[in-house]
């Protein structure tokens, strides 16, 4: 369970890294036009916000029906998860979360906006 939960928390960071990095021209872009970096990393932690919102709900029910189906074929009643387990794992989700993009941002935003903009991909 544990190593499934390491390559879950790798393919995490990952994606929210290289999504956050990708964006280095909108946010030199958001910087030129007068946003301040406070505001920029504001409107990066009501992304994470609202995805790890998303995230939590829908995996929520996508494990409650396939360990609901699972639990009932194996023992015949239904799965228990303790609450206090249950907010850890998201916990600790949401705290993955907004490193992976955080840090990614923070190094974006380091160069001066005028030299983000005019790098190629």
């Known amino acids: 369970m544990a190593l499934i939960i390491a ?5 995490v960071v990952n994606t ?11 946010f ?8 301040t970096r406070r505001q920029v990393m504001r409107m990066l ?3 994470t916000l609202a995805i790890v ?5 829908l995996g929520t029910a996508i494990a409650l029906a396939t360990l609901t189906a ?11 998860v303790p609450p206090l387990g249950h907010l850890g794992v998201l916990g600790w989700g949401a705290l993955l979360a907004v490193i992976a993009t955080v840090l990614p941002a923070r190094l974006a935003m380091a160069a001066r906006p005028a030299d983000t903009i005019n790098t190629r991909d």
């Open 16 to 26: 929210l890294a290289m999504a956050t990095s990708d964006r280095a021209r909108e």
């Open 45 to 47: 932690g009501w992304e």
């Open 28 to 35: 030199a872009l958001l910087r030129l036009v007068g946003t």
């Open 7 to 11: 390559f879950t928390a790798i393919a």
């Open 70 to 80: 699972f639990s009932a074929g194996m023992t015949g009643g239904a799965p228990h």
């Open 53 to 57: 919102a998303v995230a939590a709900v």
